[in-house]
């Protein structure tokens, strides 16, 4: 008997947590050039026609889902934010760490390739960046709607000593149809998956085992957090948010000195908002 291993595969990530059983395919590009025409999600918001999820990466997991953007307890988030309100420069320096990476995605199908059906394109923070930017583009419009859309040409190319690839999006200069046939093309709006069926969101006690565990055999110590800060733990680029703690803290001590004016209680909680939005910026970062 022949062994299907990407069965085999798409099971483990299942029993880990990764992935549900799902139709989604993933759509892995080889390198080279690629002429692809990306789909609406269904379920997209007028205000951004991308999804995105986020993931903590910690340890040896490939990601874990985060429950507090779907407004769920989180022990990752609850920890994350403890740190960094304590001020400390090492805490923070761990906060960093814990903090989530956004995935954005994309359904499409990939010309010459049709028989492959829909896929889905996962990107990072530069491809969905310039994807916005073909949006806002005045002489291009929408670019995913199925009758006046445009192809994308996507290429991918590894330098050598880096360990990602580049890659690299342009956008056809001309209009086109999804589909010649409106029936086939009305087929491919219809096979667009659903993206959340494809991640399992873990209970908050099996991310908290996680954690734990991460943290009890050396944490940051033992992997690459793939974050801003060198394994020595020392800050790679200034942050923002550290002026803002500072702020906070000395806007309340300053209550306590008669000598120096009194900052209202409305401008601390001023400080204190502006501090709750830089961390919510930092987490999409």
Request: hydrophobic residues 30%; proline residues 7%.
């Given at each position: 008997m022949?062994i299907?291993?990407?069965?085999?595969?798409?099971k483990?990530a299942e029993?880990?947590g990764i992935?549900?059983?799902?139709?989604?395919?993933m759509w892995?590009a080889d390198l080279g050039?690629?002429?692809v025409?990306l789909?609406?999600?269904?379920?997209?918001t007028?205000?951004n026609p991308?999804?995105e999820?986020?993931f903590?990466?910690?340890?040896?997991?490939s990601?874990?889902?985060?429950?507090?953007?779907?407004?769920?307890?989180d022990?990752?988030?609850e920890?994350?934010r403890?740190?960094?309100?304590?001020g400390?420069?090492d805490d923070r320096?761990l906060?960093?760490?814990?903090?989530?990476?956004r995935r954005?995605?994309?359904?499409?199908?990939v010309?010459g390739?049709?028989?492959?059906?829909?896929?889905v394109?996962s990107?990072?923070?530069?491809?969905?960046?310039r994807?916005?930017g073909?949006?806002l583009?005045e002489d291009?419009?929408?670019?995913?709607d199925?009758?006046?859309g445009?192809?994308?040409?996507v290429?991918?190319?590894k330098?050598?000593g880096k360990q990602f690839?580049?890659?690299?999006?342009?956008?056809?200069?001309?209009?086109?149809?999804?589909?010649?046939?409106?029936?086939q093309?009305?087929?491919l709006?219809?096979?667009?998956p659903?993206l959340?069926?494809?991640?399992?969101l873990?209970?908050?006690?099996e991310?908290?085992?996680i954690?734990?565990n991460?943290?009890?055999t050396?944490g940051?110590?033992?992997?690459?957090?793939?974050?801003?800060y060198s394994a020595?733990?020392?800050?790679?680029k200034?942050?923002?948010?550290d002026d803002?703690?500072?702020?906070?803290?000395?806007?309340s001590?300053s209550e306590?000195k008669?000598?120096k004016?009194?900052?209202?209680?409305?401008?601390?909680s001023?400080k204190?908002?502006s501090?709750?939005?830089?961390?919510?910026?930092?987490?999409k970062d």
């Open positions: 022949a299907d291993l990407e069965a085999i595969r798409r483990v029993l880990s992935r549900k059983t799902s139709s989604v395919q892995k050039e690629h002429k025409r789909l609406p999600w269904k379920n997209a007028p205000d991308f999804l999820k986020y903590y990466y910690i340890g040896t997991n990601g874990i889902l985060t429950p507090h953007q779907f407004g769920k307890p022990p990752i988030h920890l994350s403890s740190l960094w309100a304590s400390k420069p320096t906060a960093k760490k814990l903090m989530p990476k954005s995605y994309s359904p499409l199908i010309r390739q049709e028989d492959k059906g829909v896929q394109w990107f990072g923070k530069i491809v969905y960046q994807l916005l073909f949006l583009d291009l419009g929408d670019i995913l199925p009758q006046t445009f192809d994308l040409k290429t991918l190319s330098q050598p690839n580049d890659t690299v999006v342009d956008c056809k200069p001309r209009s086109s149809k999804l589909h010649d046939d409106p029936k093309a009305l087929a709006l219809d096979a667009v659903n959340d069926d494809m991640y399992r873990k209970t908050y006690e991310i908290e085992t954690l734990k991460w943290m009890d050396g940051p110590e033992s992997s690459d957090s793939n974050g801003t020595g733990g020392s800050e790679t200034s942050d923002a948010l803002l703690v500072k702020e906070v803290s000395t806007s001590d306590d008669p000598k004016s009194k900052k209202t209680s409305d401008e601390v001023s204190k908002q501090l709750d939005e830089a961390f919510s910026d930092l987490m």
